[in-house]
């Protein structure tokens, strides 16, 4: 007979919401960090020996030196689509699965880097400092803050992944014209779904009003928007950053904000979050947001069970639902 009642160990690197964390402890041990102070990579490393499964986030990064004294674990799951802080080869050269959430954030995502979109364009929390500073004396012709339109202008997708595809579905209820580019080109079905022409980034920077970035992060795509490119873009143009800090040079950015070289940028994401560059805190023509596009509840619990789900599938024998590597 099996006496041993001993159940699996697993790490829940960050706080997950407390029903989450309660069905885990139905069938696992496990350690929480339900206080949500950042690991160090020392602190992760000692957390990771002993568990077979870890639920962790983009604020671990997952590479050799955290597995080293990994030898149980089996599963790491992100609790988030993009995966830039696994190193996957190390990952899978320790024999461990790793998976992500994608699908379930796509539309909850998708809205926000539209929101995103228009209170940039339109100077949505620009127009509400001046409103909260006092300056309204009088409704005016020319000195009210005076935006960019959305409707009939023509939007830039950079990753043309489902985040994209779904803000180009939304830029045609607008009415706006799509462009984008992407690594591979979507078929004829998906381009004619989202109303979009394929393009080079250069006519895309130079020909869009808004350019709205979309793309996953890896070291090729490091300041894929720098000055040289945002040289390229209308002075009237805007620029959304929902995708990962990194895509955008930040400093380059500030500097073209201040310049007026482009006309306004939305940032969901930065380079070192959550510090924000300095440079960027001082200009006025830009959104600022806590990489919160994936931020409503549902989608956020949505995101925890399907994290859970793909641990429980790994640690049972089964197929994780999103598997990122191949074990
Ligand atoms: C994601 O899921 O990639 C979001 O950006 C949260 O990290």
Same mark, same amino acid.
């Given at each position: ?9 697993? *790490? $829940? ?22 206080? +949500? ?46 995966? %830039? ?15 992500? =959430?994608?699908? &379930? ?7 926000? @880097? ?32 005076? @935006?960019? +339109?959305?409707?009939?202008?023509? $939007? ?15 830029a045609l209820g607008f ?6 580019? %992407? ?5 004829d079905v998906d381009e ?16 869009? +009003? ?7 992060? =890896? ?12 040289? *390229?873009?209308?002075?009237?143009? =805007? ?6 800090? @990194?895509?955008?040079? +930040? ?44 931020a409503t509840e549902k ?11 793909? &641990?429980?599938?790994?640690?049972? @024998? ?10």
């Amino acid at each position: 007979m099996n006496t041993n009642t001993q159940k699996p160990k697993i *790490l $829940v690197a960050r706080a997950i919401f407390p029903e989450a964390l309660a069905k885990l402890e139905e069938t696992f041990e496990v350690r929480s960090n339900q206080a +949500d102070v950042i690991f160090t990579p020392e602190q992760l490393q000692k957390e990771l020996a002993g568990v077979v499964g870890a639920l962790v986030a983009g604020s671990e990064r997952i590479d050799a030196a955290a597995l080293a004294n990994a030898t149980d674990l089996k599963v790491v799951a992100n609790i988030s689509v993009g995966y %830039n802080n696994f190193d996957i080869p190390a990952i899978t050269a320790a024999g461990v699965m790793a998976t992500n =959430t994608p699908d &379930v954030l796509t539309d909850t995502t998708a809205d926000f @880097g539209f929101a995103l979109l228009m209170a940039t364009a339109r100077r949505m929390t620009e127009s509400e400092h001046w409103v909260r500073a006092g300056h309204w004396d009088k409704w005016s012709i020319v000195n009210n803050p005076l @935006g960019m +339109d959305l409707h009939h202008s023509t $939007v830039g997708i950079i990753g043309m992944g489902r985040i994209g595809q779904g803000i180009a579905k939304r830029a045609l209820g607008f009415g706006m014209q799509v462009i984008y580019h %992407n690594r591979s080109r979507l078929s004829d079905v998906d381009e004619k779904a989202c109303g979009a022409k394929y393009v080079s980034k250069e006519e895309l920077l130079r020909t869009a +009003d808004h350019v709205v970035l979309v793309l996953p992060y =890896t070291p090729e795509n490091h300041h894929t928007i720098g000055a040289k490119e945002i040289a *390229l873009m209308k002075p009237t143009a =805007t620029l959304i950053n929902i995708a990962r800090g @990194g895509i955008v040079d +930040d400093a380059a950015l500030a500097k073209a904000l201040q310049q007026k070289t482009i006309f306004a940028a939305g940032l969901d994401v930065f380079e070192g979050e959550p510090s924000v560059h300095p440079e960027l805190l001082k200009c006025s023509n830009v959104v600022l947001a806590p990489h919160i596009a994936s931020a409503t509840e549902k989608t956020r619990r949505a995101m925890v069970d399907l994290a859970i789900e793909n &641990v429980v599938a790994a640690l049972s @024998g089964k197929k994780p639902p999103s598997l990122i590597n191949s074990i």
